[in-house]
């Protein structure tokens, strides 16, 4: 406008994110007008002009990985497909562009000349207007005539060292423009001619002191009450304060975990784990079922994490996934579409659920269907985490590349605290700092070789012009002097996996405080950091409280509460009592009277094993077992009748029932992997033959059943014939328990005269079988199973029981007195029920043995039993004598 000057046009160069941060809000601050603040990368491409870009990380990946995947090499030709190949030579090539080394003009070893061949690649690869730094740089001095305009009087703003690279343009800018450098004391500016300008420093710096913590948690920990400290005293702002280390990674999790809890604004400088968001998780559950394949729980996982995004899923019925067996492995296509179609049989409002099967049918094909399966399952953020995850690695290694993608922090680090790496806080120094790492290993860090260019191919003297350990010296150095209000120099004493650690030399002989994780600190951070440390105030909340009050009861010798022990004729308990018991559910009140109140009356139960284990537990192989058994015989009935049959037709029947179960077995539970699953049903086929084949029959017209049910509730449908109505209640005798179950074979002659109770056992045979009864109240089932029989069968039958253990050589065990067997689980049920109603129960004598599956829910402490002993003794009195019983 006519009367008025120009406004005058000035360029800040800073180096890094935070300093970029930071003197853009200062800039703001002070209404400074006509100012831009720039790192060299973008200073160069603003002067070559016609849209020109430096070359990024988004761009040069995929760029070398396009490279690698074209033939010609030699020496790397092993590894050039490898996960972290890429990875290493795009930080080699940066390396040798920051120090301005031109591959064309060095010795033409093979190394060199495999990585000169890269970088052609890579330029003919790239964007047009994408150009490396040495070439970006070049292009920027042509049209440094264009200066003035463009960029004005330029000033490099606290930057300690200037890469070789950019060094011929800050000359060149020299002679066209004013350059100044405000330069922290030991910059390295002895290549400048400009103007430098020394950095004012405090006239009082901050006297550090050092502390040394637990480990990189109790680091954190001690972090949060420091900075809690300084705010609520009103010494500091939370953007005056900031935390640094040399590398931020041992540390961020734990940063990510707590931080939160101290309702502290804490800015990561460098970035958040992708993985620590939902839309990283969603990539993470994504990655998982291609790399590991098809299983419900992976595809549970995807679908709750993948829903709203206004994707394919979102068309799928409601409950479609409640509609399929909880149990169910789920691991192949085929799976799937018979689950699916078992759903919609029961449930026809879920005909639209066979949609999900071409987006399961993607997903099968794993990492190579990488790219169709995120277009299916992820959008915005998500897909650019899994885009860029997928730059820097092949698919094949999307578990390790999703751990090394980072996302902007939301948070301004203008006014939070600031979590970074030294490098950043040395181009943006704060008055009130905490560095951690101060260890041997970390502070400074030993440089290694370069992957690409070791020592032996390369000096590293000629291309790494600024070493890792030169460097982390000087941003000590220089971020100790920017200090003005309080420095905190801070160690682990053990790593993370807890070897030990020592002084870093940085802290030479300065005297250390050593913090312990149970100190009382003077701020807490959290509000449970603060009832740890009030001990009175932690005795006001209830369930701190009665964890105490728990734990001094368990470490005395008197029964408590907190032993099991509670009110008579609990009505829970009694209602336990009171159900239809089978002879699992006896079994446990006989043999561990606590396991059953927590089972049976609380409803506990005891951790899901593995959604793919590599065997199953002994007890589903004998219920696989006894399936195979049900289904031969009941394939056998009535014609030709399972006492008629030949050895070929049992044999028939049971590779049918072997077909079926083998199929049918994974749709419903957990089962091993495909070939040692069908080894498992070989092996339990093996033996139910064994069962099969032992028919002992000699009577024309008697008839077999298997898996016959009793004491069912009403309504129950058999779907067979049965001997008996199996609705019809059977009670113990003597005692108020009603039971049900199913009896593993009956043999049932025509005349009904006679029936023969089998009881079959997977196991090996114990000890002295014969001599077995109840076995302390281990072995309940063909004795109830007999009484069962004298109960629903009509008449005054001849019933026989017997055990017949199918593995290795066979062998049957008769029960001699089934009157006198019955009694004693009669008495022995008494007196287990008397002792729960009289508000009493004990732990059985296996039930801290790893057998117990709810052994978890006992007392840790492994004195436990043996304080308890004496008290226990006394109420289990009656019961533990029939714990001896044979």
């Given at each position: 406008?006519?009367?008025?000057?120009?406004?005058?046009?000035?360029?800040?160069?800073?180096?890094?994110?935070?300093?970029?941060?930071?003197?853009?809000?200062?800039?703001?601050?002070?209404?400074?007008?006509?100012?831009?603040?720039?790192?060299?990368?973008?200073?160069?491409?603003?002067?070559?002009?016609?849209?020109?870009?430096?070359?990024?990380?988004?761009?040069?990946?995929?760029?070398?990985?396009?490279?690698?995947?074209?033939?010609?090499?030699?020496?790397?030709?092993?590894?050039?497909?490898?996960?972290?190949?890429?990875?290493?030579?795009?930080?080699?090539?940066?390396?040798?562009?920051?120090?301005?080394?031109?591959?064309?003009?060095?010795?033409?070893?093979?190394?060199?000349?495999?990585?000169?061949?890269?970088?052609?690649?890579?330029?003919?690869?790239?964007?047009?207007?994408?150009?490396?730094?040495?070439?970006?740089?070049?292009?920027?001095?042509?049209?440094?005539?264009?200066?003035?305009?463009?960029?004005?009087?330029?000033?490099?703003?606290?930057?300690?060292?200037?890469?070789?690279?950019?060094?011929?343009?800050?000359?060149?800018?020299?002679?066209?423009?004013?350059?100044?450098?405000?330069?922290?004391?030991?910059?390295?500016?002895?290549?400048?001619?400009?103007?430098?300008?020394?950095?004012?420093?405090?006239?009082?710096?901050?006297?550090?002191?050092?502390?040394?913590?637990?480990?990189?948690?109790?680091?954190?920990?001690?972090?949060?009450?420091?900075?809690?400290?300084?705010?609520?005293?009103?010494?500091?702002?939370?953007?005056?304060?900031?935390?640094?280390?040399?590398?931020?990674?041992?540390?961020?999790?734990?940063?990510?975990?707590?931080?939160?809890?101290?309702?502290?604004?804490?800015?990561?400088?460098?970035?958040?784990?992708?993985?620590?968001?939902?839309?990283?998780?969603?990539?993470?559950?994504?990655?998982?079922?291609?790399?590991?394949?098809?299983?419900?729980?992976?595809?549970?996982?995807?679908?709750?994490?993948?829903?709203?995004?206004?994707l394919g899923l979102d068309q799928l019925p409601h409950g479609w996934l409640a509609a399929l067996p909880r149990g169910a492995a789920l691991s192949t296509m085929r799976d799937w579409e018979h689950a699916i179609a078992a759903a919609i049989?029961?449930?026809?409002?879920?005909?639209?659920?066979?949609?999900?099967?071409?987006?399961?049918?993607?997903?099968?094909?794993?990492?190579?269907?990488?790219?169709?399966?995120?277009?299916?399952?992820?959008?915005?953020?998500?897909?650019?985490?899994?885009?860029?995850?997928?730059?820097?690695?092949?698919?094949?290694?999307?578990?390790?590349?999703?751990?090394?993608?980072?996302?902007?922090?939301?948070?301004?680090?203008?006014?939070?605290?600031?979590?970074?790496?030294?490098?950043?806080?040395?181009?943006?120094?704060?008055?009130?700092?905490?560095?951690?790492?101060?260890?041997?290993?970390?502070?400074?860090?030993?440089?290694?070789?370069?992957?690409?260019?070791?020592?032996?191919?390369?000096?590293?003297?000629?291309?790494?012009?600024?070493?890792?350990?030169?460097?982390?010296?000087?941003?000590?150095?220089?971020?100790?002097?920017?200090?003005?209000?309080?420095?905190?120099?801070?160690?682990?004493?053990?790593?993370?996996?807890?070897?030990?650690?020592?002084?870093?030399?940085?802290?030479?002989?300065?005297?250390?405080?050593?913090?312990?994780?149970?100190?009382?600190?003077?701020?807490?951070?959290?509000?449970?950091?603060?009832?740890?440390?009030?001990?009175?105030?932690?005795?006001?909340?209830?369930?701190?409280?009665?964890?105490?009050?728990?734990?001094?009861?368990?470490?005395?010798?008197?029964?408590?509460?907190?032993?099991?022990?509670?009110?008579?004729?609990?009505?829970?308990?009694?209602?336990?009592?009171?159900?239809?018991?089978?002879?699992?559910?006896?079994?446990?009140?006989?043999?561990?009277?606590?396991?059953?109140?927590?089972?049976?009356?609380?409803?506990?139960?005891?951790?899901?094993?593995?959604?793919?284990?590599?065997?199953?537990?002994?007890?589903?192989?004998?219920?696989?077992?006894?399936?195979?058994?049900?289904?031969?015989?009941?394939?056998?009935?009535?014609?030709?009748?399972?006492?008629?049959?030949?050895?070929?037709?049992?044999?028939?029947?049971?590779?049918?029932?072997?077909?079926?179960?083998?199929?049918?077995?994974?749709?419903?539970?957990?089962?091993?992997?495909?070939?040692?699953?069908?080894?498992?049903?070989?092996?339990?086929?093996?033996?139910?033959?064994?069962?099969?084949?032992?028919?002992?029959?000699?009577?024309?017209?008697?008839?077999?059943?298997?898996?016959?049910?009793?004491?069912?509730?009403?309504?129950?449908?058999?779907?067979?014939?049965?001997?008996?109505?199996?609705?019809?209640?059977?009670?113990?005798?003597?005692?108020?328990?009603?039971?049900?179950?199913?009896?593993?074979?009956?043999?049932?002659?025509?005349?009904?005269?006679?029936?023969?109770?089998?009881?079959?056992?997977?196991?090996?045979?114990?000890?002295?079988?014969?001599?077995?009864?109840?076995?302390?109240?281990?072995?309940?089932?063909?004795?109830?199973?007999?009484?069962?029989?004298?109960?629903?069968?009509?008449?005054?039958?001849?019933?026989?029981?017997?055990?017949?253990?199918?593995?290795?050589?066979?062998?049957?065990?008769?029960?001699?007195?089934?009157?006198?067997?019955?009694?004693?689980?009669?008495?022995?049920?008494?007196?287990?029920?008397?002792?729960?109603?009289?508000?009493?129960?004990?732990?059985?004598?296996?039930?801290?043995?790893?057998?117990?599956?709810?052994?978890?829910?006992?007392?840790?402490?492994?004195?436990?039993?043996?304080?308890?002993?004496?008290?226990?003794?006394?109420?289990?009195?009656?019961?533990?004598?029939?714990?001896?019983?044979?």
């Open positions: 406008m006519a009367g008025k000057s120009a406004l005058q046009v000035r360029t800040v160069i800073v180096e890094g994110s935070l300093a970029s941060q930071m003197r853009r809000a200062a800039a703001a601050r002070a209404n400074e007008c006509g100012l831009r603040i720039l790192g060299l990368p973008q200073l160069a491409a603003r002067l070559a002009g016609a849209f020109t870009t430096p070359v990024t990380p988004e761009v040069l990946d995929p760029a070398i990985r396009l490279a690698l995947d074209e033939a010609g090499f030699v020496e790397i030709e092993p590894v050039r497909r490898l996960p972290g190949t890429a990875r290493a030579f795009a930080r080699s090539l940066r390396r040798l562009w920051d120090a301005d080394i031109d591959l064309g003009r060095m010795d033409d070893s093979n190394r060199i000349r495999e990585l000169r061949l890269v970088e052609e690649r890579v330029k003919r690869l790239m964007p047009k207007a994408v150009l490396t730094t040495r070439d970006l740089r070049d292009a920027a001095l042509q049209r440094i005539q264009y200066a003035p305009k463009l960029v004005g009087a330029v000033q490099l703003e606290r930057i300690s060292v200037v890469q070789p690279v950019w060094r011929p343009l800050i000359e060149a800018l020299e002679k066209v423009v004013e350059v100044e450098w405000l330069a922290p004391r030991g910059a390295e500016t002895e290549w400048f001619s400009g103007t430098v300008i020394a950095l004012a420093t405090p006239s009082r710096p901050a006297e550090p002191t050092a502390v040394s913590c637990a480990d990189p948690r109790h680091e954190v920990v001690e972090t949060l009450r420091w900075a809690r400290r300084l705010i609520a005293s009103g010494a500091a702002k939370p953007h005056e304060i900031a935390i640094a280390a040399p590398s931020t990674a041992p540390w961020d999790d734990h940063w990510l975990a707590l931080a939160p809890d101290a309702d502290l604004r804490v800015h990561f400088a460098h970035g958040v784990p992708a993985l620590a968001t939902v839309e990283g998780q969603r990539c993470a559950a994504l990655a998982d079922l291609l790399l590991r394949g098809l299983s419900q729980k992976r595809v549970r996982r995807l679908v709750s994490l993948s829903r709203g995004q206004g049989i029961k449930d026809s409002s879920l005909d639209r659920a066979r949609t999900v099967l071409p987006l399961l049918g993607t997903l099968a094909r794993g990492p190579s269907a990488s790219g169709e399966a995120a277009g299916l399952f992820l959008r915005g953020r998500s897909l650019q985490i899994w885009e860029a995850a997928t730059r820097s690695a092949p698919p094949d290694a999307l578990e390790l590349s999703l751990r090394n993608v980072r996302l902007p922090a939301e948070t301004d680090a203008a006014d939070s605290i600031v979590w970074c790496t030294a490098r950043d806080l040395a181009a943006a120094p704060r008055p009130h700092v905490r560095l951690l790492g101060l260890t041997n290993r970390s502070w400074p860090r030993n440089a290694g070789d370069d992957p690409i260019l070791p020592s032996h191919v390369l000096s590293p003297d000629e291309f790494d012009f600024d070493p890792v350990g030169r460097a982390d010296r000087r941003h000590f150095r220089i971020i100790l002097e920017g200090a003005s209000g309080s420095v905190v120099l801070s160690r682990s004493r053990r790593s993370g996996q807890g070897s030990r650690l020592g002084r870093s030399p940085l802290l030479q002989d300065r005297p250390e405080t050593a913090l312990s994780r149970a100190r009382i600190p003077e701020h807490a951070f959290s509000a449970a950091d603060r009832l740890m440390a009030r001990p009175a105030e932690a005795a006001g909340v209830a369930r701190i409280r009665s964890a105490t009050h728990c734990w001094r009861n368990w470490h005395g010798e008197h029964l408590t509460p907190h032993d099991a022990q509670f009110g008579a004729d609990h009505p829970v308990v009694v209602a336990s009592i009171e159900r239809v018991q089978s002879a699992t559910s006896l079994r446990r009140l006989l043999q561990d009277p606590l396991s059953f109140v927590w089972r049976y009356a609380l409803g506990w139960d005891a951790p899901e094993e593995r959604e793919q284990p590599l065997s199953i537990s002994a007890l589903d192989f004998g219920k696989l077992v006894h399936e195979l058994l049900r289904r031969a015989v009941d394939t056998l009935e009535p014609y030709p009748g399972y006492a008629k049959a030949s050895d070929g037709e049992i044999e028939g029947a049971l590779s049918y029932a072997v077909q079926i179960v083998r199929e049918a077995w994974p749709l419903e539970r957990p089962v091993p992997p495909k070939l040692l699953w069908r080894n498992t049903v070989d092996y339990a086929a093996s033996l139910a033959l064994v069962g099969l084949l032992r028919k002992e029959i000699s009577e024309p017209g008697t008839r077999s059943w298997t898996e016959v049910p009793f004491g069912q509730p009403a309504g129950f449908v058999a779907g067979r014939e049965l001997p008996w109505d199996p609705t019809k209640p059977v009670v113990v005798p003597n005692t108020l328990v009603r039971l049900r179950g199913t009896i593993d074979r009956l043999d049932l002659r025509h005349d009904r005269s006679a029936a023969r109770v089998t009881d079959y056992k997977t196991g090996t045979p114990p000890k002295n079988v014969g001599r077995i009864i109840i076995g302390g109240g281990a072995e309940l089932q063909r004795v109830l199973y007999a009484h069962a029989c004298r109960e629903l069968l009509e008449g005054d039958p001849q019933i026989v029981a017997r055990l017949l253990y199918l593995a290795g050589e066979p062998m049957t065990a008769r029960l001699h007195d089934l009157d006198g067997a019955i009694d004693q689980i009669s008495a022995f049920i008494n007196e287990a029920t008397a002792l729960l109603r009289r508000g009493a129960t004990v732990p059985g004598r296996l039930a801290f043995e790893r057998s117990n599956d709810l052994r978890l829910a006992l007392p840790a402490s492994p004195g436990y039993q043996r304080r308890k002993r004496v008290a226990y003794s006394e109420i289990e009195a009656g019961i533990s004598r029939f714990w001896s019983a044979p």
